[in-house]
């Protein structure tokens, strides 16, 4: 009769698996085995024969067993000896079981409860095959929350299942409105983020998540479609724990409402890329908490007349967006005053004339999106590349509609 190679496997966490020649269609890529020992086995024997070389292999560990007894009575150290022993001893059991399975198979070794075996010196308690089993499962821990999401163009409604505190449905793009079930927990809910080209409006119950400290509403915007968002409910006034409030590329949005002056705990206000929002309520000025105040700033835009005049303006200093003024004639000199202090700039006109000289003193800008916008593109690029420090710090450039591929520290994609 054919002989068969079977070999014991030690795993990282000390557990084993014994396995025949497919032993790598069970094992993660790049997972490393140590082989432990090697016996010869009868392929298609009877199972006393195979019971019997386990038999074997058990004795052998035992005979470790007791010469780790050995070495820890030397050494003066019962726990040693104790440790080595519910290590050796489960392993040896293990061996002598699982020497009898024929060749291709794989099987654990008492799984995670044969590491705690060995580190409690004994059998492993229950506790510890708990702990185990709630680590690897989050339901055991019943943390998380099933949300049913109406999604367009799906008939049906789509289960996911979040934790309570963090919510994150960005990677859902065709989101129509937020789910119901959101205020299950609502005093848990801390952090909200949603980006959708199809939300359509803010419920009003969503005043009821009083936990929320951070709110992210981003919108996702096409050729022939934006999203369609144009509002926020009076009931995120009642939000008073909000610190962070994010709106970004809600393009039909067209204004903040007042409810919102009750935000006294706002660090961060970041409304980027809204196009229809042509102006910043002056009630900013009184959120007193923000990292970053609104600064009033000077532009020169074209009125319908074609006439140049100057409007004021509240922009924040460090993302400065300047998208709704697609009249804007020039940058304002605003933006040279705290050049240092900005990360990102968006302008978008076909009204601007020229690109001032001192752009590339903008030291730490990250992101640069100038659009329709139909100037000298190619000396727009060179005053963008006027900075000695531009390499390492601007990642992302537009210059009208167009990334700026010329540029070996732009990261946009076209």
């Not at 007894?69 to 001893?89: M, N, T």
């Not at 129509?176 to 959708?196: H, N």
């Not at 409910?233 to 949005?253: F, I, Q, S």
């Amino acid at each position: 009769m054919g002989k068969r190679r079977i070999r014991t496997f030690a795993l990282p966490d000390g557990c084993e698996i014994v396995a025949g020649d497919r032993i790598a269609d069970a094992v993660e890529d790049g997972e490393e085995l140590r082989p432990v020992f090697e016996e010869a086995g009868e392929e298609g024997g009877p199972d006393e024969g195979a019971r019997r070389e386990g038999a074997g292999q058990g004795e052998e560990k035992r005979r470790r067993v007791e010469h780790g007894q050995g070495a820890a009575a030397a050494r003066g150290s019962p726990e040693g000896g104790a440790r080595d022993e519910g290590k050796e001893g489960s392993n040896a059991e293990n061996d002598g079981e699982s020497a009898g399975l024929r060749g291709g198979s794989l099987t654990t070794a008492t799984g995670a409860a044969c590491g705690a075996q060995g580190r409690a010196g004994g059998p492993a308690s229950d506790g510890a095959r708990d702990a185990g089993q709630a680590a690897a499962d989050p339901d055991a821990e019943g943390e998380l929350l099933e949300l049913r999401l109406r999604v367009y163009g799906q008939d049906r409604a789509q289960i996911v299942r979040v934790r309570p505190d963090v919510v994150d449905l960005t990677a859902h793009t065709g989101l129509v409105a937020l789910p119901e079930e959101l205020r299950a927990s609502a005093g848990r809910l801390r952090e909200l983020a949603v980006q959708s080209s199809r939300l359509e409006s803010l419920p009003a119950w969503l005043g009821e998540l009083t936990g929320l400290t951070a709110l992210r509403v981003v919108g996702v915007n096409y050729t022939n479609h934006v999203c369609p968002l144009r509002e926020l409910p009076d009931a995120v006034g009642r939000l008073t724990a909000l610190r962070k409030l994010e709106l970004r590329e809600c393009y039909n949005l067209t204004a903040l409402p007042a409810a919102l002056a009750s935000l006294t705990r706002l660090e961060d206000l970041q409304v980027m890329d809204c196009r229809g929002l042509k102006e910043v309520p002056a009630w900013v000025t009184a959120l007193t908490m923000l990292r970053v105040p609104f600064q009033e700033w000077r532009l020169r835009v074209r009125n319908t007349d074609g006439a140049e005049e100057q409007v004021q303006r509240r922009v924040r200093p460090d993302v400065v967006d300047l998208t709704a003024h697609t009249s804007l004639v020039a940058l304002p000199e605003e933006l040279w005053a705290c050049a240092e202090g900005v990360r990102e700039l968006r302008v978008r006109s076909d009204a601007l004339e020229a690109l001032p000289t001192w752009l590339g003193e903008l030291t730490g800008l990250e992101v640069l999106r100038v659009g329709g916008w139909h100037g000298d593109f190619e000396g727009m690029t060179r005053k963008a590349h006027s900075c000695p420090q531009r390499e390492s710090c601007l990642k992302e450039c537009w210059i009208g509609f167009r990334a700026c591929r010329s540029c070996r520290w732009s990261s946009a994609q076209g």
